[in-house]
Structures are given as structure tokens and as C-alpha cells.
């Protein structure tokens, strides 16, 4: 979620109400994308709790804390989007909480990618001491840290409006988005300086990371040259992250052109920056990596096969022989 100050257009954009037959087509585009990616994000879910080859792998619970960090991000924005319509402004205090939410699993997502890119960093240049450091215990204790990391400045800055905001602000009703509850410009423009400094620390872990494997990689080894193409999409990912930070002037530009289409700009500004990034998640492990591929295949398609479960597979031959008269 983007603190992004000076939108000129933002008033505008409250004076301007879409018809109600395009509201009705962009909230069911919207929440028809939201369903369809957490339907997938959840059988990423459900493979990894259902086998014990992802549940007990450092780079799993890395990678399905993200998955379920992008279905939390994704479901919140899409809510906002859908009560931006239908009652236009919420109580104050219920959008603090849903926007607290929102962006600290905004916050989570570079961080969290940053965490997986040193792990892979761990496994491929430090092969022999991987298990002693990357352990099931340190990998929960790492995403803990991500939480409270991304936590400290947002609720900080709740803190700082508690104080400085009357009682009755809490109780009137505001159009649900950061500028129209963090007020002060000098606050905006405090976090947005701190998340470029927080994104450039994000970067320099990717560059290092992704700089150490290449070379790595130099030595033939099939391993070192998939982390390096998984650190690549994760630089990906953390692009379509700072999307956020370049949709003020894009938008300005596109309202230039194009004067009388301002809802619309927004609305795709709006599916670019929220829902087409978390399109990216199940592409770098859903598809690309061969386990969860073989498992995950049977949820998606609703099928259950002897290659899927081959525990109970087992088990049923097993209990059939037991069956069979001596």
C-alpha cells in the first residue's frame, strides 16, 4: 500500500461516481480475480500441510508465508474496493484496523523475499552448513521478525494520529485509504522516504544474493542455476512492488491524454498495482518447481491419484491383504 502524497486528482476522483452497471462489471472483475488467485494460493496451502517433503523445508514455510501473506493483501484491498462502492466512506476506526493490515502484508512482501533469496544464498554457497542454519525453529523465528519488523512504522504512525487526532475523528466516517486517514503531509512524506531506504536494503540483498549464486553457478551446477533464475523472479516480484511508487505520475500522464477517463485510470491503476502481483507467487513455485507441480496438480484439477498419495495408496493394499481368507 502506497503513503504516495500530493494525488491532485484525489477530490475529483470523490466528486466522480461510476454508473451502476459499471460499478456492478468492476467489482465482479475484481472480486472474480481475487477468487480465482486465493483459490490457487490456497491448494499451494493445502499441498504444503497436506506433505511433510514442504512442511519440514526452510524454503517452503519461506515461500507459503508469502502465499499466505498475498491472499491476506489481496482479500484486503479487494474488501476496500467492494465497501468503496457500495457504502463509499467507512468508520474511522474499522479502516485504521483493515489499513493496518494492509500494509504491514505490503511491507512483509519485500522483506519476506529478501529472507528467501538469503536462504537460497545459504544453500547454494554454503552447502554443508544449510541445515545447522537454515532449521525449522530459525525459519519460524525469521518470519516472526518479518511481523514485527513491518509492524513497528505503521503502528507508530497510529500512535502519532491517536494523540494528535480528536476522539471525534474515530468516530466519523472517511473514504478508506491511507491519505484520507494518515492527514499530515509531513507523515506521508516521512514513509515514503523510509520505505525507498527500506527497499534499497531489499535490493542490495537480491543483487548480493543473485551476484554470489551466478557465479556459483559458473561451475555447471543444475541447483545453483535454478536459485539463480528464482532470485530473477524474485527481483520480479519486488519490481511489481515498487509499481505502487510510480502510479502517481503514470496516472497524471494517462489523465493528460486521456481527460475524461479518470475511473477507468484508476480503476486499472488499481488491478496492476493490487491483483496482478500476486498473479506472481504461484508462477515461481506452483508451476516452475517440479514437487509442488506433481502435488498440486490433483487439487487444481479436483483429482486424487496413486502418484498423488502414495501413502494411502499403500495403506489400502496393505488393509486389502489382511482381508484376503487364509
Same mark, same amino acid.
Given at each position: 500500500m502506497?503513503? +504516495?502524497a500530493? &494525488?491532485?486528482n484525489f477530490?475529483v476522483v470523490?466528486?466522480?461516481r461510476d454508473?451502476f452497471?459499471t !460499478?456492478?462489471?468492476k @467489482?465482479?472483475?475484481v472480486?472474480?480475480? #481475487?477468487?480465482?488467485i486465493?483459490y490457487i @494460493?490456497s491448494?499451494?496451502?493445502h499441498?504444503?500441510t497436506?506433505?511433510?517433503?514442504?512442511n519440514?523445508n526452510p524454503r517452503?514455510?519461506?515461500?507459503i508465508h508469502?502465499? *499466505?501473506n498475498?491472499m =491476506?493483501?489481496?482479500?484486503?484491498a479487494c474488501?476496500?474496493?467492494v465497501l +468503496?462502492y457500495? *457504502?463509499?466512506?467507512?468508520n474511522t476506526?474499522?479502516c #485504521?484496523?483493515?489499513?493496518?493490515?494492509?500494509i504491514i502484508?505490503s511491507f512483509?512482501?519485500p522483506? @519476506?523475499?529478501?529472507?528467501?533469496?538469503? &536462504?537460497?544464498?545459504?544453500a547454494?554457497c554454503?552447502?554443508?552448513r544449510?541445515a545447522q $542454519?537454515c532449521? $525449522?525453529?530459525r525459519?519460524y523465528? !525469521?518470519i516472526?521478525?518479518?511481523w514485527?519488523?513491518?509492524?513497528?512504522?505503521?503502528?507508530?504512525?497510529?500512535a502519532i494520529?491517536l494523540?494528535t487526532?480528536?476522539?471525534?475523528?474515530?468516530?466519523s466516517?472517511?473514504? #478508506?485509504?491511507?491519505?484520507?486517514?494518515? /492527514?499530515?503531509?509531513?507523515m506521508?512524506?516521512r514513509?515514503? $522516504?523510509?520505505?525507498? *531506504?527500506f527497499?534499497? =536494503?531489499m535490493w542490495?540483498?537480491l543483487l548480493y544474493?543473485?551476484?554470489? $549464486?551466478?557465479?556459483a !553457478?559458473?561451475? !555447471?551446477?543444475?541447483?545453483?542455476?535454478?536459485a539463480r533464475?528464482?532470485?530473477?523472479?524474485?527481483?520480479?516480484q519486488?519490481?511489481l #512492488?515498487?509499481?505502487?511508487y510510480?502510479r502517481?505520475?503514470?496516472?497524471?500522464g494517462l489523465?493528460?491524454?486521456?481527460?475524461?477517463?479518470?475511473?477507468e485510470? /484508476?480503476?486499472a491503476?488499481?488491478?496492476?498495482v493490487?491483483?496482478i502481483?500476486?498473479?506472481?507467487?504461484?508462477i515461481?513455485?506452483? =508451476?516452475?518447481?517440479?514437487?509442488?507441480?506433481?502435488?498440486l496438480?490433483g487439487?487444481l484439477l479436483c483429482r486424487?491419484?496413486a502418484s498423488?498419495y502414495?501413502? @494411502?495408496?499403500?495403506?489400502?493394499?496393505i488393509?486389502?491383504?489382511k482381508?484376503?481368507?487364509?
Open positions: 502506497n503513503f +504516495s500530493g &494525488e491532485s477530490t470523490l466528486m466522480q454508473t452497471e !460499478a456492478l462489471t @467489482n465482479i472483475i472480486v472474480a480475480l #481475487c477468487l480465482s486465493n @494460493n491448494m499451494l496451502v499441498t504444503f497436506k506433505h511433510q517433503v514442504f519440514t517452503y514455510i519461506l515461500f508469502l502465499v *499466505v498475498d =491476506l493483501q489481496l482479500t484486503l474488501l476496500l474496493h +468503496s457500495i *457504502v463509499y466512506t467507512l476506526s474499522l #485504521c484496523l483493515l489499513l493496518v493490515f494492509l502484508t512483509n512482501t522483506v @519476506n523475499l529478501a529472507t528467501m533469496a538469503i &536462504e537460497r544464498y545459504i547454494v554454503n552447502p554443508l544449510h $542454519i532449521t $525449522i525453529r525459519t523465528i !525469521a516472526s521478525l518479518i514485527v519488523f513491518t509492524a513497528i512504522p505503521i503502528l507508530s504512525d497510529v494520529v494523540v487526532e480528536p476522539l471525534s475523528f474515530f468516530s466516517r472517511i473514504f #478508506c485509504n491511507p491519505e484520507g486517514f494518515f /492527514r499530515y503531509p509531513s506521508i512524506e514513509n515514503n $522516504i523510509s520505505y525507498y *531506504v527497499l534499497s =536494503l542490495l540483498s544474493t543473485y551476484l554470489s $549464486i551466478m557465479f !553457478a559458473r561451475a !555447471a551446477s543444475g541447483n545453483a542455476r535454478k533464475n528464482t532470485i530473477l523472479l524474485h527481483g520480479l519486488l519490481l #512492488c515498487m509499481i505502487s510510480v502517481v505520475p503514470v496516472e497524471v489523465l493528460y491524454l486521456f481527460p475524461t477517463k479518470l475511473l485510470i /484508476r480503476f491503476s488499481y488491478v496492476i493490487h491483483i502481483p500476486r498473479f506472481v507467487s504461484p515461481v513455485y506452483g =508451476l516452475r518447481d517440479q514437487t509442488f507441480r506433481k502435488h496438480k487439487y486424487v491419484n498423488t502414495p501413502r @494411502n495408496d499403500t495403506l489400502f493394499k488393509s486389502s491383504r482381508k484376503r481368507p487364509l
